[in-house]
Every structure is written in structure tokens, then in C-alpha cells.
């Protein structure tokens, strides 16, 4: 209830010199007390004047505050929510684009297995016509197959003490014959070929056997032929290639009389 006017009235008291609470208590106690409480009246109403509008300046304040407040637990809410959905998005999004690779890798995979399928056709085709010529070259062969033997059983029968000029020639004639009796035979066919293998001449070669082929025929008469052969060998060649191809076989040498005998155990 203290004004202004109140405060101004009392100020020329509050300015004498003996308005003191140490005067005071000379003259008596209650007038000290009272003394004190005016003073302090005074200092308080000017406090107080500068303290109301901060006060309602902080009343007005906290209004705003707690209104912010309630927008920002509303936002809060808002983001949450949005923050939700945006987590599911991002979930449906993850799936999607690990769907999205899975296809990618089936559809690479497919593509490989597309591309090795190609190529697999594209070879059968190309294949195909080697086996359709094996296939005529087959039906070739079996329908020759008893011409070609009749020629390399001839051969080896009665070849073996000509030499090569001689039994291309004897060849010949067997092939006229057998064109006369309609005996079907191949036109290009190699004895050499049909009864011995590439890897088997190369192990008579690296045994001493010479490479011409007059030479190698006469392995395969020797091996072939169901009568022991008779060699009739200036050089030694022969010798040599049997005593290097039957020596892991138990070979046994007689040189007796410069006749050479050889004993297969």
C-alpha cells in the first residue's frame, strides 16, 4: 500500500542526520524498531518499483516460453511421427533396392548362362557337321573294313621278303584283283596307319629302329606276323632295335657261328 507520495513525504526525515536506528535506540527501543521499519519501507518501495516490471516482463516471458514449449512437444511429436514414417520408407526402400540387386545378379547369372548356352549351340552346330562327316566317314570304314583287312592280312603274309618298290606294286595288284571281285576297300588307306600307333613308332625309333618306312614296316611284320620272322640285317639295325625291345623281357643271345638266335622268355 506504500505510493510514491508516501515515499516523498518521508524522504526529508529520512535525510536528517539523527533518523538513524543508533540515535534511535538513545531516545527508546520501539521508536529504533520503528525507525528501522520506515527505512526499510522506503528502500523496498524503490526496489520494488524497478523489481514489478521485471516481474511481469518475466510472468510475460514464461507465458511465451510455456507456449513455445507446448509447440515445440507438438513439433517433437510432428518429427517423431515423421521420423517414423521415414523409417519405414527407408526400410521399404532397403528392400527394394536389395530386391533390385538380386534381380540384377539373377539377371547377370541368366545372361552368363544365356551366353554359355549360345556358345555351347553355336559349337554343337559347328560339331554337328564333324560328326555328320564322322558319322559317312564310320559307315565308310565298316563298309571297307573287310577290303582293308584283306590288304594288311596280305601284307603281312607276303610282303615281308620284298623290298618298299615291290610291295607297292604287289599292293596295287591286290587292289586291282579285289576291284574286279567288287571287294570294297579305302583308296587312301595307309597299312602303316592301321596297324601300328604314332607312340608305339616313337618307342621303336628310341630303341634303334630307323624312321623310313620301309623300316617301320618291317617292325610291324616282325611284331604282327604269327611266324617268327627271318632278318636278313647287313647293318645291324634290326639287332639292335630287338636287343633294346626285348631286354627288359629276359633276352637270350647265342652269337655262336655268327648265326644270331634269339630265345624270348
Known amino acids: 500500500s506504500i505510493t510514491g507520495e508516501t515515499v516523498e ?6 535525510d536528517m542526520e539523527d533518523y538513524n536506528l543508533e540515535t534511535a535506540k538513545k531516545v527508546c527501543g520501539n521508536v529504533a524498531g520503528l525507525c528501522s521499519w520506515t527505512q526499510a519501507m522506503a528502500y523496498f518501495y524503490g526496489i520494488n518499483k524497478e523489481v514489478l516490471p521485471l516481474k511481469a516482463n518475466l510472468a510475460l516471458q514464461e507465458g511465451r516460453l510455456a507456449a513455445a514449449q507446448t509447440e515445440l512437444n507438438n513439433a517433437q511429436i510432428q518429427l517423431d511421427e515423421k521420423q517414423m514414417e521415414l523409417d519405414q520408407v527407408q526400410a521399404m526402400y532397403d528392400s527394394a533396392m536389395k530386391e ?20 555351347l549351340i553355336e559349337g554343337l552346330g559347328e560339331e554337328k557337321l564333324r560328326w555328320t562327316a564322322s558319322s559317312k566317314n564310320f559307315q565308310n570304314q565298316i563298309l571297307n573294313l573287310v577290303g582293308n583287312v584283306l590288304l594288311a592280312t596280305g601284307f603281312l603274309s607276303y610282303s615281308g621278303p620284298f623290298n618298299q618298290e615291290y610291295r ?28 601300328v600307333d604314332n607312340a608305339t613308332v616313337g618307342e621303336w625309333n628310341l630303341q634303334g629302329l630307323p624312321n623310313d618306312d620301309l623300316s617301320i614296316q618291317n617292325g610291324i611284320i616282325v611284331t604282327k606276323a604269327s611266324r617268327y620272322p627271318l632278318l636278313i640285317d647287313p647293318q645291324g639295325q634290326g639287332k639292335v632295335w630287338i636287343k633294346n625291345k626285348e631286354k627288359n623281357n629276359g633276352l637270350q643271345v647265342n652269337n655262336s657261328f655268327n648265326i644270331f638266335y634269339v630265345y624270348v622268355i
Not at 9 to 14: A, N, Q, R, V
Open 9 to 14: 513525504l518521508l524522504e526529508p526525515y529520512l
Open 100 to 119: 533390385k540387386q538380386a534381380l540384377l545378379d539373377d539377371a547377370e547369372a541368366c545372361r552368363k548362362k544365356m551366353n554359355n548356352a549360345t556358345a
Open 168 to 195: 607297292n606294286l604287289l599292293l596295287q595288284l591286290w587292289k586291282k584283283e579285289m576291284d574286279n571281285s567288287k571287294i570294297p576297300y579305302s583308296n587312301d588307306l595307309n597299312l602303316t596307319d592301321m596297324l
